[in-house]
C-alpha cells in the first residue's frame, strides 16, 4: 500500500499541474478541441513529472505551497517548450529526396 504522504504529494502536484494548464490554455488557447485535449494533458503531464526539479531549481518552499508552486510552473513552461521544439523542427526540415 502506498503511504498517505504520497498520496497528498500526487494530489498537490495534480492541483498545481491543474492551474498551470488552466494558465496555458488562457494565454494560449487552442484552435480546436483537439488542441484542447493534447494541450490540457501535455502540461498535466509535465507539470506532475517536473514539479520537484521546478520547485528545486526555483528554490520555492520545501512546503505544500512550494510543490503546488513548481508543478504549476512545470506545467506552464511544459506546453511552451514543446511549442518552442515544434517551432523548431518546422524549421529543420530534413531531405526527403
Given at each position: 500500500?502506498i503511504p498517505?504522504d504520497?498520496?497528498?504529494?500526487?494530489?498537490?502536484?495534480?492541483?498545481?499541474?491543474?492551474?498551470?494548464a488552466a494558465?496555458a490554455?488562457?494565454?494560449?488557447?487552442?484552435k480546436t478541441?483537439?488542441g484542447?485535449?493534447?494541450?490540457?494533458?501535455?502540461?498535466?503531464?509535465?507539470?506532475?513529472?517536473?514539479?520537484?526539479?521546478?520547485?528545486?531549481?526555483?528554490?520555492f518552499?520545501?512546503?505544500?505551497?512550494?510543490?503546488?508552486?513548481g508543478?504549476?510552473?512545470?506545467?506552464?513552461?511544459?506546453?511552451?517548450?514543446?511549442?518552442?521544439?515544434?517551432?523548431?523542427l518546422r524549421?529543420?526540415?530534413?531531405?526527403?529526396?
Open positions: 500500500m498517505s504520497v498520496w497528498t504529494g500526487m494530489i498537490l502536484k495534480l492541483l498545481g499541474s491543474g492551474a498551470g494558465l490554455l488562457v494565454f494560449v488557447p487552442p478541441y483537439l484542447f485535449v493534447r494541450r490540457l494533458t501535455a502540461s498535466l503531464i509535465g507539470g506532475m513529472i517536473f514539479a520537484t526539479p521546478a520547485r528545486e531549481f526555483t528554490r518552499s520545501d512546503n505544500w505551497e512550494g510543490l503546488v508552486g508543478a504549476c510552473l512545470a506545467a506552464f513552461a511544459s506546453w511552451w517548450a514543446m511549442g518552442m521544439i515544434i517551432r523548431v524549421l529543420w526540415k530534413p531531405n526527403t529526396e
